[in-house]
């Protein structure tokens, strides 16, 4: 019973620590004119969605040609000022595979770097677009979309002469800024929660929450089967005259 105990609460603590990955875009010369739709979550240092912060951003790709991919863009702050809480998301990042030379940007994020750190743990990004000419992702300065506005342009990622035959697009993220309404937080990031529209099936990432449900369930399942597992029989002592 123990040791079934421990398995379960193993399987707790995986379903918790480890949520799985919002589904990666797939593009190739077939994917010309599709859109896709990533929806983005807020937090602070790995951890949970903080109410209020929540944007969106459409990618539809627009052409393939001369070792580069090209996009148009629309980042959406889907935040309600009408709870108290306010922000501006001053860019967005994301990882490629395979890896970019270059990016270049027009519109509301006319600014890229490439391999810089991400904050909130999040870590190195391949390429992030940035409302304002910085030093690194991590942003600063002004500028970007605020609560229940839009922001557009057009993004390129250069492969060097020679555009790759497929190209993979993963772990989006967003940066938000001049936050207001939540005690002691003024910047935050966001994580990819779900990725929807193209050749992808909308996979959503489930919160926290939801996963220690699933894993309490499932204790509760292994629990409850072994207390109907049905005894052995008693021996039977024959006795001998």
């Known amino acids: 019973m123990k040791r079934l105990f421990l398995k379960a609460l193993a399987i707790v603590g995986v379903a918790t ?12 010369a077939g994917s010309v004119g599709e859109s896709f739709t990533i929806t983005f979550d807020g937090f602070v240092d790995g951890g949970p969605s903080i109410d209020g ?26 935040g309600a000022d009408g709870d108290g809480i306010g922000s501006r998301v001053s860019g967005f990042a994301f990882n490629t595979d395979p890896d970019i030379d270059s990016a ?7 600014y890229t770097n490439t391999d810089s750190n991400y904050p909130n743990g999040i870590g190195t990004v391949d ?8 030093g690194s992702c ?3 300065g002004s500028g970007g979309v605020f609560d229940g506005d839009s922001g557009s342009g057009t993004l390129s990622l250069d492969f060097g002469g020679t555009a790759p035959a497929s190209l ?6 967003v940066r938000y800024q001049s936050v207001t309404g939540v005690d002691g937080v003024g ?26 449900l699933f ?27």
């Open 17 to 28: 620590a480890a949520p799985a990955a919002a589904e990666p875009i797939l593009l190739d």
């Open 168 to 173: 993979t697009l993963d772990d989006f993220f």
């Open 53 to 78: 912060l929540g944007s969106e951003l459409t990618l539809t790709l627009t052409g393939i040609e001369n070792g580069v991919y090209t996009f148009d863009y629309t980042m959406t702050n889907t």
């Open 127 to 134: 390429v992030c677009f940035q409302a304002r000419r910085t």
């Open 138 to 140: 991590a942003g600063g």
């Open 187 to 212: 910047s935050a990031s966001g994580r990819q929660t779900s990725t929807s529209g193209g050749t992808t099936s909308g996979t959503d990432v489930p919160e926290p929450g939801m996963m220690l």
């Open 215 to 241: 894993g309490l369930a499932v204790l509760g399942l292994a629990i409850g089967t072994r207390r109907r597992r049905p005894l052995a029989a008693a021996p039977v002592r024959l006795a001998y005259a």
């Open 104 to 110: 270049t940007s027009t519109g509301a994020y006319r």
